[in-house]
């Protein structure tokens, strides 16, 4: 195992917690994290969650304390020392074989193992190896010990094997490798990145009418997708989303991954792309080859990816397509009564006659441009996301401003005397109800995001790091050329 000095931790930090913020807007989104982490911190500390309106607890994760394994790069990054020696102490004394509970492989990977190694890049201290390196060994890998070398989607821990659960979702079984990839970079150990870009190849070699997108249920033992329904939103969403991010970690030399990449988005713009008569572009789903006109907020992560892998190829029509959706993804939220947009919606595409519909819908579409279904908003990150690629990548600050109305909006409807809550419908701007939950990404990436896209450009550089599905920063052995100019 490579472990770093100390003194390659001072130099690792340099220009990054010391960097000035330009914008007092990120001053605001830190006291935001630490009124968050207070009340987790009085209230839940240690275990997954807060409830952060009765101040009761939640461990959906296990019970390891996801909130403090998520939420401790931001800790880093915005530079806060007593919150960081509060994580610390805590993730020192964590016990894996504690949970009697199943372990999801996807979800400890990207938030256990995840917010490990996004720390000890940023500062590396021995204990966050140590840590990851026990995690990977019990936990994650023996979701692997399958016939076929695919994971498993849930590992029983306390026996060390898979469950027996058959069932896989793309996303989860799809989208380990950024995280085992840069495991095996920091430990010298290279079984971590072979079995789980195996998986990646084996999935290269499963049949679709659709070329590069995949439904996104699959059986263990046949490793076939076992229904026809086709999504970019959530169960497909980071399996796209890894292709490209795999190979900036792989010092652009996984080709093979990249033409996936490179033939997913093909297919999406062929045959998922959808406008409606008020030139919003959205990406729809398939089922049993029909076009179904509905998606979420969990998709709007894709403008973002789209346009770092326009800026690293080079290619101008990305662009135009990452900006389209870009746009309808944004409008989602400026154009709720909330500020705060929907879970799901639906539309009406412009080849559809949009007088044979309901009068409500027609009206919908008139003046919102989608028809909202589920009213939820669980302190999502993802067009978040995508506004922080934008502005890194083109150095505009309307989507500084585009994010600061979204900020806003989080504050005025989801904050709580101890931290800040889910809701259930963002279309009653009187009564939002809120539902008394706060998921531990809200500190991984909604507050993470929202703080980059206000500090200095060189904080977390997208030609120097590249950031997890959970905004977990893992550092590039190899810098690329992507940010703009500031």
């Given at each position: ?17 010391n ?66 020696q ?8 964590v ?22 190694l ?10 966050f ?40 979702i ?54 076939t ?19 490209l991010?795999?190979?900036f ?17 093909a ?57 389209e ?53 669980d ?34 409807y ?10 259930a ?6 009564n ?42 893992f ?12």
């Open positions: 195992m490579r472990l770093l000095s100390w003194a390659a931790s001072a130099l690792l930090l340099t220009g990054l917690v960097a000035k913020a330009n914008d007092p807007r990120a001053e605001v989104v830190v006291n935001a994290f630490k009124h968050a982490w207070s009340g987790y911190h009085q209230h839940a500390f240690g275990h997954d969650e807060l409830r952060p309106i009765s101040n009761g607890t939640s461990d959906t994760r296990n019970g390891w304390g996801a909130s403090i394994f998520d939420g401790l790069d931001t800790i880093i990054i915005m530079g806060l020392e007593e919150e960081y509060q994580a610390l102490a805590h993730i020192k004394n016990n894996w074989f504690s949970t009697k509970e199943p372990s999801k492989t996807f979800e400890t990977n990207i938030r256990y193992l995840g917010g490990l996004a720390a000890y890049d940023l500062r590396p201290d021995p204990v190896l140590e840590k990851a390196v026990e995690l990977a060994q019990h936990v994650i890998l023996p979701a692997y010990d399958t016939p076929n070398g695919i994971p498993a989607a849930y590992v029983d821990v306390q026996k060390g094997r898979p469950t027996n659960d058959k069932n896989l793309l996303a989860e079984f799809g989208s380990l490798q950024l995280e085992m990839v840069r495991l095996s970079q920091l430990t010298g150990d290279n079984r971590y990145a072979t079995v789980a870009n195996n998986v990646i190849y084996a999935i290269d070699k499963v049949p679709t009418p659709f070329p590069g997108i995949y439904p996104i249920v699959w059986n263990l033992d046949t490793f997708p076992s229904s026809s329904y086709i999504t970019i939103s959530g169960g497909g969403d980071s399996y796209y989303e890894y292709l991010k795999t190979v970690l792989m010092d652009g030399k996984e080709e093979q991954q990249l033409n996936m990449w490179k033939k997913s988005v297919s999406m713009k062929k045959y998922l792309r959808s406008e409606t008569s008020g030139n919003m572009v959205y990406l729809a789903e398939l089922d049993e080859n029909y076009k179904l006109l509905q998606a979420g907020e969990l998709v709007c992560f894709m403008p973002g990816n789209l346009l770092l892998g326009a800026r690293y190829l080079n290619d101008s029509d990305m662009a135009i397509f990452a900006a959706l870009m746009r309808a993804c944004y409008d989602t939220w400026a154009l709720s009564p909330t500020g705060l947009a929907p879970e799901t919606w639906s539309w009406i595409d412009k080849s559809q006659n949009i007088t044979s519909y309901p009068s409500i819908m027609q009206i919908a579409m008139q003046t919102t441009g989608y028809l909202a279904q589920d009213l939820s908003y302190l999502r990150p993802e067009t978040l996301e995508s506004l922080f690629y934008f502005y890194r990548l083109t150095g505009d600050p309307q989507y500084q401003d585009m994010a600061w109305k979204i900020f806003e909006s989080i504050e005025k989801c904050k709580t005397p101890s931290g800040y809550t889910r809701i419908d963002v279309s009653d701007a009187d939002v109800n809120a539902l008394d939950f706060e998921e531990s990404y809200f500190f991984a990436e909604t507050l993470k995001y929202l703080y980059l896209i206000f500090a200095d450009p060189s904080v977390i550089s997208l030609d120097e790091w590249v950031l997890s599905t959970e905004a977990h920063p550092k590039l052995n190899t810098p690329i050329k992507v940010q703009a100019e500031f």
